[in-house]
């Protein structure tokens, strides 16, 4: 049964500083790591899809890479309409999520 | 538009059962397994059930199987999840969510979600 475990849970950055999310998958996946974004209230929305494609219409801010077992999710330039929290996903399993908050 | 709305939820006392429904318009709903997934209050997401496109293939996460039941019905474009013998930690928002298929391997389209209360 494969694991997805993410880091950190949270974090505090100030506008325009770049966020680095990891998740790291207990066996190795290849490519197969989606991200989620969700805001407070609202329903997850994918941005990014088999580890590095961007989902038609997310802004080319948010980037992913890596393969294997370890993976990461970058945002570059956060902006205030970045609050969110964050999931990665393989399969059917998600990782716990990393809140991102403006310093 | 590519929409999904669930429809459904509710109060219901332990042991009690409800129908969600995940009513889908926008595209061709028979073509596409469809998920449920639930978030518990301040939690993480928790990936449920999926069903495939024809609705032979249902599976479960273990914490609800013999208790849930996904189906579907693609003559009106609805997905459904009956769930049973609720327990107080199965209070949560229920999400349908499409899965992508070959094409993109994600969650690719989500409804806004239906909030089950699970209390006596």
């Known amino acids: 049964d494969i694991q997805m475990t993410q880091s950190p849970s949270s974090l505090s950055a100030s506008v325009g500083d770049r966020v680095t999310i990891t998740c790291q998958a207990s066996?190795?996946?290849?490519?197969?790591v989606n991200w989620y974004q969700q805001k407070p209230g609202k329903a997850p929305k994918l941005l990014i899809y088999?580890?590095?494609n961007l989902e038609a219409g997310v802004p080319s801010r948010f980037r992913g890479s890596g393969s294997r077992t370890d993976f990461t999710f970058t945002i570059n330039g956060l902006q205030p309409e970045d609050i969110a929290t964050y999931y990665c996903?393989?399969?059917?399993?998600f990782g716990g999520g990393t809140k991102v908050e403006i310093k | 538009e590519v929409q999904l709305v669930e429809s459904g939820g509710g109060l219901v006392r332990p042991g009690g059962s409800l129908r969600l429904s995940c009513a889908a318009s926008g595209f061709t709903f028979k073509n596409y397994w469809m998920n449920w997934v639930r978030q518990a209050p301040g939690k993480g997401l928790v990936w449920v059930a999926r069903i495939s496109s024809d609705g032979t293939s249902p599976s479960y996460a273990d914490s609800v199987k013999g208790r849930f039941t996904i189906s579907r019905d693609n003559a009106k474009d609805t997905l459904y999840l009956q769930v049973n013998s609720l327990r107080a930690e199965d209070t949560a928002v229920y999400y349908c969510a499409r899965w992508g298929g070959l094409q993109l391997d994600a969650f690719d389209i989500w409804g806004q979600g239906t909030k089950v209360i699970v209390s006596s």
């Open positions: 066996q190795d996946i290849s490519n197969y």
């Open positions: 088999d580890a590095s």
């Open positions: 996903q393989q399969y059917d399993k």
